[in-house]
């Protein structure tokens, strides 16, 4: 008989196909997804339907059909508000969940779960383990319960520098350089200010003055990018080239309501950078704090959940779909104390996890979903519920 391990780990990739994954296994590549299925268990089969984000994932933790763990769409309507797109919430948080969920399940048994990233994992409900936000797509970020495809984050979403035009970012053009300090040696360096504004942000923050500096190494073109909060390259938060992501980098940001700063964690990677420099473009990740999405948390005063949580609406348990298909809109929704206990839920917790989520992102950890294949769901009756909300599959 095998020994039995002590420990075990599930990651996951949204939406990988297994036999798209197969084929580009037989073709070489891949070392570490092969290091994975052959000292593990690969899981192809896994199933549910409808086939979005949120139910798959439920059912995936709970091993529940959608009918009895209560996800059974990516969108929910509020009761008593338009039936509007623009006025549903994307699915993602745990309060919607009717099926105890592996990791509770091992909580309640004194095991120690770490639960990274796993859409309807928050607010966590564990006494022992850890868990880093599950309630949108990536860590830091919520998606619930704002409206249509509404998301916010701690402390801001993703960006792009770029001599383009793109929507989520900051278009700008390069000039010769003037008035810096502690420039590398090099011939005709270049500048560009970039006014950065920080989208996406649970509480809105301050905007920032940067600094890109473009330079050439060698004889073949500008190859070399730093960005600076200030005209002096000794400040530089870093220096890449084209292809390269920066080291994690530690900044201060100001939030708007109180003045206070918060510390905030980003990398980048250079996009595009031509040899006049004429094309740029820089990637720059969301950036993460280091309070709000962890748990356990350190009870402090409950600012960030006052700025995250001012719509107070029971979602109903109604899907989206049904509505769209002609069904009566059905009262009810989750218990009105379920709904308060989410709205109580502290958003404060201090961690210096910060620099690690972008090493993790956007890979879910622990318990992800697997995949989502498009099969016939199983009866109406095959998850029956105990009078605990838990889940006899």
């Excluded at 036999?19 to 268990?41: Q, V």
């Excluded at 095991?111 to 830091?140: D, E, F, H, T």
């Excluded at 001599?163 to 502690?182: C, H, I, L, R, S």
Aim: overall charge neutral; aromatic content about 10%.
């Amino acid at each position: 008989m095998a020994e039995k391990a002590k420990r075990a780990a599930l990651i996951g990739y949204d939406c990988l196909i297994p036999k798209r994954l197969e084929t580009m296994l037989a073709e070489g590549g891949l070392d570490n997804f092969r290091k994975f299925m052959a000292e593990g268990s690969f899981i192809p089969e896994g199933y549910n339907l409808p086939t979005v984000t949120p139910p798959s994932w439920a059912t995936i933790c709970t091993g529940a059909y959608p009918r009895t763990h209560g996800v059974e769409d990516y969108y929910y309507y509020h009761e008593g508000r338009s039936l509007d797109y623009k006025e549903t919430t994307q699915a993602f948080g745990s309060d919607i969940m009717t099926a105890q969920t592996i990791w509770d399940a091992w909580d309640k048994e004194g095991k120690k779960c770490l639960v990274v990233n796993y859409p309807m994992s928050w607010p966590s409900r564990m006494k022992n383990g850890v868990m880093i936000m599950g309630q949108g797509l990536s860590p830091a970020e919520t998606r619930w319960p704002l409206h249509g495809n509404e998301h916010k984050e701690f402390l801001a979403s993703e960006s792009v520098i770029s001599t383009e035009f793109y929507p989520m970012g900051v278009q700008g053009t390069f000039d010769d350089a003037k008035g810096w300090k502690n420039l590398p040696d090099c011939d005709e360096p270049l500048e560009m200010a970039v006014n950065m504004t920080f989208k996406e942000a649970i509480e809105p923050l301050e905007g920032q003055t940067w600094y890109c500096l473009a330079w050439e190494s060698g004889d073949d073109g500008y190859d070399r990018i730093a960005l600076c909060p200030e005209k002096d390259y000794a400040t530089a938060f870093f220096t890449i080239k084209l292809g390269e992501w920066s080291e994690p980098v530690q900044h201060d940001f100001t939030v708007k309501a109180d003045g206070r700063t918060e510390k905030g964690v980003f990398r980048c990677k250079l996009m595009q950078l031509s040899d006049d420099a004429e094309e740029f473009k820089l990637y720059v990740s969301g950036i993460a704090g280091r309070i709000g999405f962890i748990a356990p948390l350190r009870r402090e005063p409950d600012r960030f959940l006052q700025a995250h949580h001012r719509q107070r609406h029971r979602p109903c348990r109604l899907p989206a779909r049904h509505h769209r298909h002609g069904h009566r809109l059905r009262a009810g929704g989750i218990p009105q104390r379920m709904a308060l206990e989410h709205h109580r839920v502290p958003h404060e917790g201090q961690s210096r996890l910060g620099p690690l989520l972008y090493a993790l992102a956007p890979h879910r950890l622990v318990l992800p979903r697997l995949v989502e294949r498009s099969r016939q769901q199983g009866p109406r009756s095959a998850g029956p519920r105990r009078k605990d909300g838990t889940s006899h599959l």
